[in-house]
């Protein structure tokens, strides 16, 4: 597992300490995934109810509280494949 998905995984589980029910999977583009689920966070891929994707810089300042997952999506940085209720649930956990 690649240092960049340890301190993403570290990080995301900063902000969600009890993990999201259903299962989200945040894809960082040419580094990997996270899964999140009722378990907690984790390095891995798989299925998911709702998928958010972006390149390293849009995650890093996701999970540091530096950029609106909102406005992420607005300018185009983070995609969403799913339900857009879970994505909104899930930015308002990042928020």
Do not use: C, H, W, Y
Not at 60 to 67: A, D, K, P, T
């Amino acid at each position: 597992m690649s240092t960049v998905i340890d301190k993403a995984v570290e990080a995301l589980a900063k902000r969600l300490p009890d993990g999201f029910s259903p299962v989200a999977k945040f894809v960082i583009e040419g580094e990997g995934s996270i899964i999140a689920d009722a378990q907690g966070v984790r390095a891995g891929d798989g299925p998911a109810e709702v998928t958010l994707s972006a390149d390293l810089d849009t995650f890093r300042g996701l999970f540091e509280g530096r950029v609106n997952p909102t406005v992420a999506f607005m300018q185009g940085r983070l995609k969403v494949d799913g339900p857009m209720g879970l994505a909104m649930k899930l930015g308002s956990a990042l928020s």
